[in-house]
């Protein structure tokens, strides 16, 4: 079965720290995966999209990774602002155009 | 402005009764998708559908139906079937990745459905 999980469920953090988020899958076949940040009671918004064929990408202070050997990818987090509370979900696309969604990680920024 | 508009916000369901969320999308996308999210839990994919007049059961379709007699359009009901609607419902929509290669979905804001 192609489960995606995300741990730990909650982290809180300093501002002005760096930060990582964890996310890993169990099937190595993926075609990609999406990294998106849902803020209480709304839709998420997608932050980054690695492809089967990269290794990482970028977008101002944050940077996704992606190791299918591993079945994980990290999404780094520099400079954390409280701005950057809410909750972070990754999403697996297996081949099929369906996405598989880990469970979240909720982040505080303590200012 | 382009994207994804999800009607109810917050929806309340009496029992035995059938009730429709709307989702429109004005961004010529060809996929549609609805999920569902549980606190504590991921979203759960319930329809999708990758073209007009067609559309596939996800991994929790039962208690649900949809259409897509529209591309713009893809409604969700949620039928008396369904024994525990309470939920947030979400809708997203993406680019055929044959056209464009990789996308990522775009998704509305999402439905609160509650029972009476």
């Known amino acids: 079965k192609q489960e995606v999980t995300q741990i730990p469920a909650a982290l809180s953090v300093p501002e002005g720290e760096n930060l990582v988020l964890n996310c890993s899958f169990t099937?190595?076949?993926?075609?990609?995966l999406q990294w998106f940040r849902q803020d209480p009671g709304k839709g998420l918004t997608s932050l980054l999209l690695?492809?089967?064929?990269?290794r990482e990408q970028t977008s101002g202070r944050l940077n996704a990774s992606l190791d299918k050997s591993s079945g994980r990818s990290t999404l780094y987090i520099a400079a954390s602002q409280p701005g950057d509370s809410a909750t972070y979900l990754c999403?697996?696309?297996?081949?099929?155009?369906?996405?598989?969604f880990g469970t979240g990680t909720r982040l505080t920024i303590i200012p | 402005d382009g994207g994804i508009t999800q009607s109810p916000k917050y929806l309340f369901r009496k029992e035995g009764q059938n009730v429709t969320l709307s989702c429109e999308q004005n961004?010529?996308?060809?996929?549609m998708y609805w999920y569902r999210q549980d606190p504590g839990q991921g979203l759960r994919l319930i329809y999708y559908?990758?073209?007009?007049?067609?559309?596939q059961k996800g991994d929790i379709a039962e208690g649900y139906s949809v259409s897509r007699e529209k591309k713009e359009s893809f409604p969700l009901t949620v039928t008396s079937a369904q024994k525990n609607p309470t939920a947030f419902y979400l809708c997203?929509?993406?680019?055929?990745?044959?056209?464009?290669?990789?996308?990522?979905?775009?998704f509305g804001d999402g439905t609160r459905l509650s029972i009476l």
């Open positions: 997203a929509s993406s680019i055929d990745r044959g056209k464009t290669g990789n996308q990522p979905q775009h």
């Open positions: 559908s990758q073209i007009v007049n067609d559309f």
């Open positions: 961004l010529n996308h060809d996929a």
């Open positions: 999403a697996a696309d297996f081949g099929n155009e369906k996405l598989t």
């Open positions: 099937d190595s076949a993926i075609y990609n």
């Open positions: 690695i492809q089967s064929s990269q």
